[in-house]
């Protein structure tokens, strides 16, 4: 699915997509460059929606490229999904007019677009004017196009504007049915593990860091900041000594990914963390603290189920 990320120079769209799909902590993008011209990334949103993000750069030059006959069909055709963003705190007249050119072409060359999503960014600044935003773009739509322009307060830097993209991207899942499809294969796989071990599972994205799917029904979590999950990047003093170690008993060759499972406890659980290919992390909760309880999900992580939910994720 192709997601154009559209607005004047300062909106933040590129702290947002970067944020949202890639789970970077905020303060590392918070001071990237402005986009030049168009950037072009692909992500797998939740592990299981590919989508194609078009950063259209705001500076005013780029604007009235993105417009010109040689370039605005391929910009705004075939989208799947739009966000048009804007800056709350510096509202220029001239924001109307490119509001109003992006609304002509995105329906133009993409008519079967049902919503145009329109964030008004950095309203946790005390100089926001979201409301003065609001009004100046709405003046350009007409009654049709009210129905299907929804505008959202957010803030990037507290991560409002990242909830918001999550929910619009969720809303283009349910509308895919492959994706549908391939999120009840996943599903029906962790079901079949805790039928079999009474354990709760959850499986994560390890890119966004977002939930992908688990046994317990809904479930709402923050995005998890981690970014890779192998014991050398957590704790490289427990690699080398594993690496010396197995050195002595004659055994070379070792690889940090060879250590792909991570054992908390409680009193009450164990809770077990491993690698499922490369970009998935799967998280498994006991019912209960007893040897039984931990051999069996262990027995489970290193079985033909795994490895069918490896390959769901591949």
């Given amino acids: 699915?192709?997601?154009?990320?559209?607005?004047?120079?300062?909106?933040?769209?590129?702290?947002?997509?970067?944020?949202?799909?890639?789970?970077?902590?905020?303060?590392?993008?918070?001071?990237?460059?402005?986009?030049?011209?168009?950037?072009?990334?692909?992500?797998?949103?939740?592990?299981?929606?590919?989508?194609?993000?078009?950063?259209?750069?705001?500076?005013?030059?780029?604007?009235?490229?993105?417009?010109?006959?040689?370039?605005?069909?391929?910009?705004?055709?075939?989208?799947?999904?739009?966000?048009?963003?804007?800056?709350?705190?510096?509202?220029?007249?001239?924001?109307?007019?490119?509001?109003?050119?992006?609304?002509?072409?995105?329906?133009?060359?993409?008519?079967?677009?049902?919503?145009?999503?329109?964030?008004?960014?950095?309203?946790?600044?005390?100089?926001?004017?979201?409301?003065?935003?609001?009004?100046?773009?709405?003046?350009?739509?007409?009654?049709?196009?009210?129905?299907?322009?929804e505008f959202t307060p957010v803030s990037v830097k507290e991560g409002s504007a990242q909830h918001r993209l999550i929910e619009i991207l969720d809303q283009e899942i349910q509308k895919s049915t492959l994706s549908l499809q391939r999120l009840g294969k996943i599903r029906f796989q962790l079901d079949a593990l805790k039928k079999d071990t009474l354990a709760d599972y959850f499986v994560f994205n390890r890119p966004d860091g977002l939930l992908i799917s688990s046994t317990i029904g809904k479930f709402e979590s923050q995005p998890l900041e981690f970014m890779k999950f192998e014991i050398g990047t957590l704790d490289s003093n427990i690699y080398k000594i594993y690496k010396n170690i197995l050195e002595l008993k004659g055994i070379k060759n070792i690889?940090?990914?060879?250590?792909?499972?991570?054992?908390?406890?409680?009193?009450?659980?164990?809770?077990?963390?491993?690698?499922?290919?490369?970009?998935?992390?799967?998280?498994?909760?006991t019912n209960t603290k007893d040897e039984k309880a931990f051999f069996d999900v262990m027995k489970k992580l290193n079985g033909e189920e795994f490895q069918n939910l490896a390959n769901m994720l591949q």
């Fill in 255 to 285: 690889s940090p990914i060879d250590l792909s499972i991570i054992i908390y406890q409680s009193e009450d659980f164990y809770v077990l963390m491993k690698d499922i290919a490369n970009d998935a992390i799967l998280l498994a909760i």
């Fill in 1 to 149: 699915m192709k997601v154009l990320l559209f607005g004047p120079e300062g909106a933040g769209k590129t702290s947002l997509m970067r944020t949202t799909c890639l789970g970077y902590n905020f303060m590392r993008v918070a001071n990237l460059a402005p986009t030049k011209g168009i950037s072009r990334e692909n992500f797998i949103f939740r592990g299981i929606l590919e989508i194609l993000v078009w950063d259209c750069g705001g500076q005013k030059h780029y604007i009235e490229q993105y417009f010109s006959d040689s370039q605005r069909e391929l910009i705004f055709s075939e989208i799947t999904t739009t966000v048009f963003m804007v800056d709350s705190t510096i509202i220029e007249p001239y924001v109307k007019d490119i509001f109003e050119e992006f609304l002509m072409n995105t329906f133009e060359f993409s008519p079967h677009i049902e919503k145009i999503y329109v964030l008004l960014n950095k309203i946790d600044l005390q100089d926001s004017q979201e409301d003065k935003a609001y009004k100046i773009l709405s003046e350009a739509l007409n009654e049709d196009l009210r129905e299907k322009v």
